[in-house]
């Protein structure tokens, strides 16, 4: 909890008050005690929706109507684990992207807005404070190809949460073909898991398999170990990292690995 008066340059903190410590880290959160019990009742949610459109190409052309019916449900597994089901996923209601101009020989990466995709996504970062650098799994890949243009899923299944020290994600998804190029259907996956240790460090793997355009062999595995220590010399922030990545896909040629060490010391000087 923080409170910031800007007139007087001033913030105030329930706990963690450090120049050296964010307000999201933690370790120095505070803690609630003589909390109620919350009744979760089934955890069940079930969202079914219709969308219809027509088009007409000219005044002199018949009214083309379409209709397609999707159904989104998740269920709540435990305190801390949700699993997820999507049917003839329909995004309708997502917000469109930025117009932007990329003046670069790179792709933009425009951020993630559907809401299957982003409940959950931070269990599938990797390494420590990579941003742009790494990305091993980006959901952007699936359900649009590289013009944001939409590629229709078929059905979809998704898995995150945590069971006790064990962060856990997988997600699942069957596409169809884009409109004008008859690729089949395509079958992609991507599973993570992330081991918490020490007082504040992590460990994890993460793999994925399949292709948008449903070329074979392709998959990527890695690995991941995060050290950080909110108590180095006593009160200091001390962040490190290793990580390592290796893909495959047919016709990729060149090095197929990456590989980082990073170190960070975070504090007020």
Excluded: C
């Amino acid at each position: 909890m923080e409170r910031r008066v800007e007139r007087l340059q001033e913030t105030s903190r329930w706990s963690g008050v450090s120049q050296d410590y964010e307000i999201f880290q933690t370790s120095r959160a505070g803690l609630l005690t003589n909390v109620p019990a919350f009744d979760l009742g089934l955890g069940l949610s079930v969202r079914p929706a219709f969308t219809t459109g027509g088009e007409r190409p000219s005044p002199d052309d018949v009214t083309s109507r379409t209709g397609d019916i999707s159904l989104d449900v998740t269920q709540k597994l435990g305190a801390n684990l949700l699993g997820s089901l999507t049917v003839n996923t329909d995004f309708a209601e997502t917000e469109v992207d930025a117009r932007q101009t990329n003046l670069t020989r790179f792709e933009i990466l425009f951020p993630e807005k559907r809401t299957f995709f982003l409940e959950g996504a931070d269990i599938f970062e990797f390494g420590y404070e990579l941003d742009d650098v790494m990305i091993p799994f980006f959901s952007r890949r699936i359900g649009l190809d590289e013009d944001g243009e939409r590629i229709p899923i078929n059905a979809g299944t998704k898995l995150n949460g945590r069971v006790g020290n064990t962060n856990l994600g997988a997600l699942v998804v069957n596409t169809s073909h884009a409109v004008g190029v008859d690729t089949g259907t395509a079958t992609m996956g991507v599973a993570r898991i992330k081991q918490n240790i020490l007082s504040e460090s992590s460990i994890g793997v993460i793999t994925s398999f399949g292709d948008q355009l449903g070329r074979p062999n392709s998959w990527m595995s890695g690995a991941d170990f995060a050290f950080q220590t909110s108590h180095f010399l006593g009160d200091k922030n001390l962040n490190a990292s290793v990580w390592g990545v290796r893909n495959n896909r047919e016709g990729l040629e060149g090095d197929r690995g990456a590989y980082g060490l990073g170190f960070d010391y975070p504090n007020d000087l």
